[in-house]
């Protein structure tokens, strides 16, 4: 922290015309390993969907879920990716919001990532009705049925929630892309300066462009926040709304947040240190973004450790016969070995890590932040599925257990995720162009907007020189 | 007066003999479920009979207890349905319309008395079964849920003889297949909004008890609890 208060905006100290060969690079330049790993990517995900085509035309009956348990992967799934989707635009609108400097690099790589976990995320709860086909039910249009959705229901919260999410961190993701793509529209020939001139949408770089884009960045930051902790705290609803034991609970919107948050920073960590390896972004992503996201993620981990006890120990104060029945089958039961797998990736392996300054190093981050990955994944599953096998009444209760149609679907749309990431680097620089480089924030004045030769020679009507800077 | 549809279970009377629950399967075209689904927990009965034992060995005695939907007034799995296939019908049914239903499972999880069964697959009889179908009854396809209605189709059936008769329904007139089918006549079904009615005046009997009463649903099935638990048969 010391080095950004002191110098800030100087932590990446290279040259103009370097950042751009660099980050611009991928864009420009695909290699034989980048098709390999798409390849593989799609080799191990469409069967995921050629599987969920399999449930459609069968049945929902293929896949595991059964009476009571109606939920199981596929919604633990879904609260999963919703989490994954707080990394980005929450992060990244609180750094921009608090003027951190050291965010420069780091906000794409965050905002990327929400887009995307909520695009697969928002597949959830489609794959998983009994009748897919039907989803478009849940958006209120005037219909030949002539009902409307009913608003008192969560899931009807939840379409809003995502849907409205979505579209503010895609706004969110793709305003500051803008300007980026305009530069490489400049640098282009062919198809691809076609494409990048509709994608760069008449960017000139004008003053009162880039004031309007700043303005719209900070409204877009103060909105997003409020709509972030919302999408989450509607989720934990559709579990608190209904009068099942141990998921009417009052603390489920901010438990859900904080891990939602949690799971988040953990997610982007990994992330950060897979696009800084294959990108050769070493210079860019350095272990003091690490260092400090790693200190973010160690106070939610003491935030998500609080939780999960303030859960746990006013049920089992309150003793109520229906609720213990769950209770005792995660502390004492069945789910047991689950739930202390949990505890060990979610504090008991990360919080040493990130608490001592020598561990928190980028392999050390990494490490911890994969546990917690997996940890909040183990942590949504014992939410969804331990209290309904537990239901009132004792003849009532079942077991469930995945069948291999929810595990392939499953690893179909981490598959998804990471393809979308994928191709997303290949399209985007990775690390804001026009914000990394120090000093040249955008402002309305023009003798500053001068900051790159490009865009001052394109307010004067010159052409530009591709290579000249 | 609109009519309020309930009905009281004697447990006094039931001696566990499932003769509801075959008569509810052959009424409302309920699908047979195959040995192996069964044992995965996806067997389907709208009313089921749960059997419990009392006492110590020797002196031990099983107890019965059938359970369908309860018709809550307060039915937990309404307001969950994103599409109203859950909702609340005037005659304070908790009706289900199989074609609005997009398969959420949500009022499933949401129901206390876990009532509700779901289509995991395209239903099916065991042979000759499928020649007997109601036609009154739809069948269900793949994907919906479903669950006891007190057999809408027979309270529709004598509600419209009634009205070409130009008369009042009578106290009885109306009988869902299980309480047709009890031979020890330990179920009564009826308007609980007519005082006079069996149902009405069994549901304010001393012994008169609700499942899960404390879970709020305000349930309209009343269960009569035992008068002694022992020695008394």
Known sequence: ?469 | MAHRWGMVIDLDRCTGCEACVAACHAENNIATISASEAARGRTMHWIHVERYWEGEFPNIRARFRPVLCQQCDAAPCEPVCPTYASYHNPEGLNAQVYNRCIGTRYCANACPYSARYFNWFDPAWDKPLQLQLNPDVSVRESGVMEKCTFCSQRILAAEIKAKTENRELRDGEVKPACVQSCPPTAMVFGDLNDRHSEVSRLSRSVRATTLLAEVGTLPKVTYLERESSHGDE
Request: aromatic share 14%.
């Open chain 1, 1 to 469: 922290m010391a080095t950004n208060k002191t110098d800030p905006g100087k932590m990446i100290d290279l040259a103009p015309e370097k950042i751009r060969r660099d980050l611009l690079l991928p864009v420009f330049h695909t290699s034989r390993r980048y098709y390999l790993l798409v390849f593989v990517l799609v080799a191990i995900g469409l069967p995921g969907m050629f599987v969920y085509l399999y449930q459609m035309s069968e049945g929902l009956g293929v896949a595991g879920i059964t009476r009571p348990i109606f939920w199981g992967f596929y919604i633990t799934n879904f609260v999963f990716w919703i989490g994954i989707s707080h990394a980005g635009t929450l992060i990244s609108a609180i750094l921009r919001l608090c003027n951190a400097e050291w965010r420069r690099p780091v906000t794409r790589c965050a905002e990327a990532i929400t887009v995307f976990a909520l695009a697969i995320g928002a597949q959830y709860p489609i794959i998983h009705l009994g009748r897919s086909w039907l989803f478009f039910w849940l958006i209120p249009y005037p219909s030949e049925r002539g009902i409307w959705p009913n608003f008192r229901s969560p899931l009807v919260w939840d379409f809003f929630a995502i849907s409205t999410y979505i579209t503010g961190s895609l706004t969110f993701l793709l305003l500051p892309i803008i300007p980026d793509w305009a530069m490489v529209r400049d640098r282009a020939t062919g198809l691809r300066k076609r494409v990048y001139t509709v994608l760069a949408l008449g960017w000139r770089g004008t003053p009162r462009e880039w004031h309007r884009l700043e303005v719209a960045m900070r409204i877009m930051a103060v909105t997003i926040l409020p709509v972030a902790v919302s999408v989450h705290t509607i989720v934990s609803w559709d579990f608190a709304m209904a009068p099942v034991p141990m998921w009417h609970s009052t603390v489920f919107g901010p438990y859900f947040v904080a891990g939602a948050i949690f799971s988040g920073i953990a997610a982007l960590i990994v992330v950060m240190a897979l696009v800084r390896k294959a990108m050769h972004l070493e210079e860019y992503l350095k272990p003091v973004h690490f260092d400090n996201l790693g200190k973010l993620l160690l106070v939610m981990s003491l935030l998500w450790l609080y939780f999960i006890f303030a859960e746990r120990l006013t049920v089992w104060y309150g003793n109520e016969p229906s609720e213990m029945a769950a209770f005792w089958s995660i502390q004492r039961g069945r789910f047991t070995v689950l739930f202390w797998m949990m505890v060990c990736c979610n504090f008991l392996i990360p919080f040493p890590i990130l608490a001592i300054k020598k561990l928190r190093t980028i392999v050390g981050t990494v490490i911890a932040s994969s546990t917690i990955v997996v940890g909040m994944w183990m942590e949504r599953f014992l939410i969804v599925v331990p209290p309904l096998e537990h239901k009132y009444l004792p003849y009532d209760w079942g077991r469930y257990s995945p069948t291999w149609v929810e595990i392939t679907i499953t690893i179909g749309t981490l598959m998804g995720m990471i393809l979308l990431y994928v191709l997303f680097a290949k399209f985007v620089p990775m690390i804001s162009i026009w914000e990394l480089k120090g000093g040249q924030r955008p402002t309305p004045m023009p003798e500053q907007a001068n900051a790159t030769a490009d865009q001052a020679a394109l307010r004067l009507g010159h052409p530009i020189p591709s290579t000249n800077t």
